[in-house]
């Protein structure tokens, strides 16, 4: 079939993404056996075996690789003999639902078969091959088995089930039922050649599970577009080490003299950056756009002595945002670097879209100190900190 001529290394590969898979089932489904969603038992499929994904298109296959369509199918193994749905012919039941028995299923199998050779011709297969992906209590076990046309010539023993909900036929290789109300054609699998047999062990909290993934993994930012962009940091290296002044920058609220709002802040805009990036932003206390993550707006402009900080108008704005929204801490309570470091970003991205129109976005630890390497020759303590 297909699986037995590919690579020990990608079955393999294929068995533990299964599993995998399998083990998260109560994250969708209360019951006893794993759940796969068929789209996911296509993509780990292609994924496994760099296959090419045909399940968008409006084909008989769900993959190809190497002239073999596959079609993908993922059910509970139930007694290893169940009927499943291989096509659908609602647009196409006005030229079979008026025909007497026997003509309408010659006519559904003419065009079952006229479809699967179009599929083949479309995507240059040889060869057609179900894959089937079954689950039970305990475990997932994998076959494949044929996928044949319709014996046309050979139908037989064609009779309406119970109740006229269903006719069913066969050939002299399988077995098929069609629901008339739903114009869908079923066809039975039978568990012969049982290539993998995986025990699963279905995980009882997955929740808990990704918890924890995500506190081992961190925060995941989105990829730095190709657009000109600065970085900018939300600390202060004056002294040689990492730190957010107690009484400016992103706590500026708890500055002394005037009475202030606790969401007073802004980001410092290190000496270095106005120097070789002096057009990036338009000149100082001249109102632009800032698009947050979010894709809310804000006003904002460049501020103080030396065009040091990029603040909101009115300044309260983006405090409210980062330390608020983002960063959760209470009113009056000292933004510090170690709970930066806990949350997993120390820097800001800048991007340029105009002299009027910038957006702003999170990235990880570090990436304003790999951005200062890659723009000047040494450290030279050019940093503007108070």
């Known amino acids: 079939m297909f699986i037995d001529k590919q690579p020990e290394k990608n079955i ?37 075996f760099d296959a090419k994904n045909l399940s968008r298109s409006d084909a008989s296959a769900d993959a190809s690789k190497n002239r073999v369509g596959l079609g993908i199918k993922t059910f ?22 008026t025909l007497a028995l026997e003509e309408k299923i010659r006519k559904i199998s003419e065009l079952r078969n006229e479809r699967i050779e179009t599929t083949k011709r479309i995507f240059g297969l040889d060869n057609l091959i179900y894959h089937c992906i079954t689950r039970h209590v305990g475990g997932i076990v994998v076959y494949e088995t044929p996928f044949n046309l319709i014996e046309v010539e050979k139908i037989k023993n064609i009779k309406i089930a ?10 002299s290789k399988n077995d098929y039922s069609f629901n008339n109300s739903k114009s869908t054609l079923y066809k039975r699998f039978t568990a012969d050649n049982i290539i993998l047999n995986l025990p ?33 940091p939300l600390y202060s290296t004056r002294g040689g080490s990492k730190k957010v002044p107690e009484k400016s920058q992103l706590n500026q609220w708890n500055a002394s003299g005037r009475p202030r709002n606790f969401n007073e802040a ?15 932003f338009p000149p100082r206390d001249e109102v632009f756009e800032l ?9 904002a402009k460049i501020c103080q ?33 170690e709970k930066l470091q806990t949350i997993g970003l120390d820097t800001v991205v800048i991007y340029k879209v105009d002299n009027s129109h910038y957006d702003i976005d999170f990235t990880s630890i570090d990436s304003y100190e790999k951005f200062k390497l890659d723009n000047v020759s040494s450290f030279d303590d050019e940093e503007n900190e108070e």
């Open 162 to 171: 119970r109740g006229g909900s269903s006719i069913q036929f066969s050939d």
């Open 266 to 280: 802004y980001i410092p805009i290190p000496a270095w950056i106005n120097k070789k990036f002096n057009n990036f």
């Open 76 to 97: 509970l193994e139930g007694n290893g003999r169940t009927l499943q749905k291989v096509a659908e012919f609602n647009k196409d039941h006005i030229s079979f639902n």
């Open 291 to 299: 698009t947050l993550p979010n894709r809310e707006i804000m006003s």
């Open 12 to 48: 393999d590969y294929y068995k533990r993404l299964l599993k995998a898979i399998g083990s998260l089932s109560n994250l969708f489904s209360e019951n006893p056996e794993p759940y796969i969603d068929d789209r996911i038992a296509e993509n780990l499929f292609c994924k496994a």
């Open 200 to 232: 699963v062990r279905i995980i009882a909290d997955p929740f808990e599970e990704i918890e924890k993934i995500i506190s081992e993994i961190g925060l995941i930012f989105s990829p730095i577009k190709q657009q000109p962009h600065i970085f900018l």
């Open 305 to 337: 002595d030396n065009s040091k900080a990029l603040m909101s108008n009115p300044n309260s704005k983006l405090g409210e945002w980062i330390l608020r929204d983002v960063l959760n801490l209470e009113e009056g309570e000292l933004l510090t670097y």
